[in-house]
């Protein structure tokens, strides 16, 4: 489903992504984790082109992300569609303010694919109640926790049907209390064989969610296993040196 190959990316003199090889099977749950600055969130953002890689190519079921051949609104118009096809959620939640739950989970598919409102509502609803906030329909942002904006940002991303999740630190800005039900949302889509990346400091959720991990460090994959495997005996002493960190912090 989705497909790397030697991708890399620099920011000025620094070079973020050093060569970055991944393939991930359709239905398939890939957990990266890493350390701040190694670059999980760019290669994420790479995926959806949200960073513009300087090598390599980028698959989405077959078709290249990273299309150097076209220019201008063609390049516009491909990139368009490909993220139509991507659903991608952030620490921050992004929502309209002044949009009630169910607009701002509806405002996409009525605008980019031209559902009509009837559809459209009857897609939101059932979003909504997915992710446990079809009460909430008719209500503001404002007037949302942290933990119910963020489940909100999944049902907006899903309302374009999307053939894969990306999931950039989905819960990183959530006080405690609020982690676990963004991580249930997450959990019931991996039992739906929804394909997804999680960048994420969960160890446990990692651990347990994923078909398979990827611990990263100065812009290259150091380690990648089961997560059994991973998160119990890695191989490498940087994975080592970080999972024991992480992972005394969240006992």
């Known amino acids: 489903m989705v497909e790397l190959k030697g991708v890399k990316k620099r920011f000025g003199n620094l070079e973020v992504l050093k060569g970055i090889d991944l393939k991930v099977d359709r239905g398939k749950i890939i957990s990266i984790i890493g350390p701040s600055g190694s670059g999980k969130s760019t290669l994420l953002r790479s995926i959806n082109y949200l960073e513009v890689i300087d090598e390599g190519s980028i698959l989405l079921d077959g078709a290249q992300v990273n299309r150097p051949d076209l220019k201008g609104l063609a390049f516009e118009r491909?990139?368009?569609?490909?993220?139509?096809?991507?659903?991608?959620?952030?620490?921050?939640?992004?929502?309209?303010?002044?949009?009630?739950?169910?607009?701002?989970?509806?405002?996409a598919?009525?605008?980019l694919k031209g559902v009509d409102a009837r559809s459209?509502?009857?897609?939101g609803m059932d979003l909504l109640e997915r992710v446990g906030l079809a009460d909430k329909a008719s209500a503001?942002?404002?007037?949302?926790?942290?933990?119910?904006?963020?489940?909100?940002?999944?049902?907006?991303?899903?309302?374009?049907?999307?053939?894969?999740?990306?999931?950039?630190?989905?819960?990183?800005?959530?006080d405690p209390e609020l982690v676990e039900e963004v991580n249930q949302v997450m959990k019931r889509l991996a039992e739906e064989h929804m394909t997804m990346l999680i960048v994420t400091h969960e160890m446990g959720f990692a651990r347990d969610?994923?078909?398979?991990?990827?611990f990263m460090d100065g812009g290259v994959v150091v380690e990648e296993n089961t997560p059994?495997?991973?998160?119990?005996?890695?191989?490498?002493?940087?994975?080592?040196?970080f999972l024991r960190k992480h992972l005394a912090s969240q006992a």
Request: hydrophobic letters at 40%; one cysteine or more.
């Open 140 to 174: 503001y942002p404002s007037s949302l926790s942290g933990g119910q904006k963020q489940r909100v940002a999944i049902a907006r991303a899903l309302a374009m049907r999307p053939k894969v999740m990306l999931f950039d630190e989905a819960t990183s800005a959530l």
């Open 209 to 214: 969610v994923s078909d398979w991990a990827m």
């Open 78 to 107: 491909h990139i368009n569609h490909i993220r139509q096809n991507m659903g991608m959620v952030f620490q921050h939640f992004n929502l309209f303010p002044h949009l009630s739950t169910l607009e701002n989970v509806t405002l």
């Open 109 to 111: 598919p009525r605008k």
């Open 228 to 241: 059994d495997r991973l998160f119990t005996h890695p191989d490498q002493e940087r994975t080592c040196n």
């Open 120 to 123: 459209a509502r009857e897609l």
